[in-house]
């Protein structure tokens, strides 16, 4: 590269080159800063789920009993039958998986939500034993857990004793407040074949359910292999079209949305806007050959051949390139921090967040969860860009180097 001439052609037009530079770096910074939050909106999907530990849960549509009164089912809580169960669990994508039993106690004062739970279940025992307040995890002979919420709301406390169903149980333990995020929120824990005998012997429930033979319950999590690749949803839905799922998928679309710059309205301005940065580009390149005709004549002249000349203007414009993806990179480390410390609100559907609607009480508990976004620098798309945007602005280059060949020395004579 003969640096004399590019520098005076930097010092020339040092303001289109500085405008060109810093487009492209402003367009890579973009870029990478798009993909980086594309590649973190499963991750943001999930944030519901973590609460729990778990990447799915699954529930059943069911029916609305005439009356509320007792034990009762909510209508997106209908009974999981155990050849369904057992079909939940070959799933070749689960690797973790438990059932609990979610009820509504309607008594004469006191509403009370309740999950059956087995004492020795894989996920919903090991959340519970790791926010004991105070007491101890213990549901076995007629003992519940109750939350701090509850506690609190009903003056309750460890050792009093609670009526459910027509049957005493005594509190053995208090959990800390909004334990799961208001995902299937329970004021009481119990034994799952106790939960299980109150919901049989309920007389709505009997109305309109005739209940599976063997266990049966209404909420199922999964924990999910994150390497599977097929439709989730799909497999679990192919038992029965009755299931309600949700799982990141439920809350991706709304996670979207909000990441503006991944509309559909984003995506057509950062076309626009790549459009017009090649096309500056494209100028840029071959307003740099018409400006020098005259020592690219006299290069050709001397001896230069076309190739030589090729090779020079590739290494200017990869030097230029070179600068701009480097400011690019700090442009798009600086953006992505910048969105680390933002955050996205996702509202919890109804049914998951399964409160009976129809209590004033119970209705105001906040379905919106909001978090950090969780963004990541994904080492190796920095990279894959860094590499991808030299190689296709020097194809553009290449392609326009075809007008080298029209600067002829012999007509540049005649026209001096």
Known sequence: MMKAYFYSFLKNNRIKVILLVLSIALYFGLAVAAVSLHKSIPGIATIPLKSIGVQTI??????????????????????????????LRQLAFVEGYDQGIFFWQFDRSVFK????????????????????????????????????????????????????AGSTYNVKGILKANLTGNIVPADIYMDI???????????????????????????IPLRTDPLWKGDKEKEIKAITKEFIVFSEKTFTGEVAKQLSLLSSTGRTLFAVLGG??????????????????????????????????????????????LISVLLGN????????????????MELPWDISAKPHFLPEENSIERVIQANIPVHYDYLTFTSMTVLFPV?????????????????????????
């Open 58 to 87: 699954i529930q059943k549509n069911g029916k609305i009993p005439k009356r509320m009164a007792g034990a009762i089912l909510p209508h997106s809580n209908a009974p999981i039958s155990k050849g369904e169960l057992d079909k």
């Open 113 to 164: 939500a309740v999950l059956g739970v087995a004492a020795d279940s894989a996920i919903f025992s090991d959340l519970l034993k790791r926010n004991i307040l105070q007491g101890e995890f213990n549901l076995s002979q007629d003992n519940i857990i109750i939350t701090d919420d509850f506690a609190h709301k009903h003056n309750t406390s460890l050792s009093d004793r609670l009526e459910i």
């Open 193 to 219: 074949h106790q939960a299980e005998a109150i919901i049989r012997n309920s007389e709505e429930m009997k109305n309109i359910y005739q209940f599976p033979d063997g266990e049966f319950a209404n909420v």
């Open 276 to 321: 017009i940065i090649v096309a500056a580009f494209c100028l840029m390149v071959l307003f740099s050959m018409k400006s020098r005709e005259k020592e690219i004549a006299l290069l050709r002249m001397i001896g230069w051949k076309i190739g030589d000349i090729r090779r020079h203007f590739i290494s200017e414009s990869l030097v230029l390139l």
């Open 330 to 345: 700090a442009l798009a480390f600086a953006a992505l921090h910048v969105v680390s410390r933002q955050t996205i609100t």
């Open 392 to 416: 296709l602005f020097l194809c553009l280059n290449y392609a326009l180097f075809h007008r080298l060949k029209k600067i002829k020395p012999s007509e540049y004579e005649r026209r001096t």
